[in-house]
Structures are given as C-alpha cells and as structure tokens.
T-cell receptor, first 112, second 116 residues
Framework: GDSVTQMEGPVTLSEEAFLTINCTYT??????LFWYVQYPGEGLQLLLK?????DKGSNKGFEATYRKETTSFHLEKGSVQVSDSAVYFC???????????FGKGTKLSVKP | DAGITQSPRHKVTETGTPVTLRCHQT?????MYWYRQDPGHGLRLIHY???????DKGEVSDGYSVSRSKTEDFLLTLESATSSQTSVYFC???????????????FGAGSRLTVL
C-alpha cells in the first residue's frame, strides 16, 4: 500500500543553519504531497503542499519540490529560527476518501 | 484550529471503562477523521466519516467505534479502554473527498487520553 518514509529525528541545529528533512513516498497513481508542522501542545498545521510533479510548495521560508522521478518531497529552509522548533510530518493523499497517510514525523530543535 | 474543537482535551481513565471523545466542527465540512498519534508511528487513521451516518474503518480501527448523527459532531468511543489505547487523538476535517490543493485537512488541537 501507499506509504511515506521520512528521516528519523531528532534533528538539532543552530539558528541560521540550513535545514533538510528527507521524505520519500510509495504510491499508486499521482498523490498530492504535504508537509504539516506540529508545535508543542498543538494540533497539526499545513505548512505547504504540492499537487503534481515538479510543483514547488513554499511557505514561511520553507519549500519542497514534488519529484516524481525520485518519489521524493524533501523539506528545506535556508536559515532556521528558534521558532521553527517543532515536529514536521510528510504526508500524501490516500485516496478518494480524502484521508492522509503520514510519515512518522521528524522533531526539529533549533538552538540559539 | 478555527472551526474545530475536541473534548475533552485531557482524560485519565482506568482499564475497562468506556470513553467517548467528541469532535465538533462549525465549517459544515462533509468529511471528518479520527487519527491517533504515537511515538514512532506518526499519525494513523482510526475511522472516518463521509457524511451523516456514513462511516468507515481506517488502519487501526480495532477497539474503537464512531458515530455521526449530525454534520457537526463526530464521536469516537472506546467501549472498554485498554492501556494500548493511551495516545493523543486528533480529529480532522475536510470539505471534499479527493485531497488536492483545495481540500486541505484541518486538525483539531488533540485529546490526550491516558488509560491506567
């Protein structure tokens, strides 16, 4: 079945460092791809999305490109801030019923 | 989490007791979902609803039941709670079926359940 694999955490970076969180997927058809972020004690919030191959999603300095040839959707940010500390989830659309299939999440900690 | 609320936000209960979690939305969205979040597993789908009285099982439905008698409310029931059901439960909504750029999933703030 469809699945998402993302890099294991935790990831610890210093402020202003470059961030990459790897995400690869297995899916039949052409899913939409998403990154969600979960701040401590809160629910998940959509960070960015891409609906077809070669689309680039971007938001708040984060970006990810839908790569069909490598089945990847890696999350990047050029300069992280302490406020980016959170858990990041990669997800794909799971079918006509609209559910999402999630990766296990990657915890990011950014130190001042 | 505008338009979607979960209750209770925290609950501690004992093994064997029934528990009901409530998800309430004011967005008039057709689709509602219950996920559970556990370390090392990410989020896993328990049950979902695609309309009033229309529900279906997800990946980890054993030990759970759901009901949706009104568009705005989706209830998750643990008939006899077990320690393995200690988790954080998230409700989510979306207006349409096929997820695309328009039909994004919106999540509630979560309900933390501890079964002793």
């Amino acid at each position: 079945g469809d699945s998402v694999t993302q890099m294991e955490g935790p990831v610890t970076l210093s402020e202003e460092a470059f961030l990459t969180i790897n995400c690869t997927y297995t899916a039949t058809g052409y899913p939409s791809l998403f990154w969600y972020v979960q701040y401590p004690g809160e629910g998940l919030q959509l960070l960015l999305k891409a609906t077809k191959a070669d689309d680039k999603g971007s938001n708040k300095g984060f970006e990810a490109t839908y790569r069909k040839e490598t089945t990847s959707f890696h999350l990047e940010k050029g300069s992280v801030q302490v406020s980016d500390s959170a858990v990041y989830f990669c997800a794909l659309s799971g079918g006509s019923q609209g559910n999402l299939i999630f990766g296990k999440g990657t915890k990011l900690s950014v130190k001042p | 989490d505008a338009g979607i609320t979960q209750s209770p936000r925290h609950k501690v209960t004992e093994t064997g007791t029934p528990v009901t979690l409530r998800c309430h939305q004011t967005e008039n969205h057709r689709y509602m979902y219950w996920y559970r979040q556990d370390p090392g597993h990410g989020l896993r789908l328990i049950h979902y609803s695609y309309g009033v009285k229309d529900t279906d099982k997800g990946e980890v439905s054993d030990g759970y039941s759901v009901s949706r008698s009104k568009t705005e409310d989706f209830l998750l029931t643990l008939e006899s709670a077990t320690s393995s059901q200690t988790s954080v439960y998230f409700c989510a909504i979306t207006p349409g079926g096929a997820l695309s750029g328009a039909n994004v999933l919106t999540f509630g703030a979560g309900s933390r359940l501890t079964v002793l």
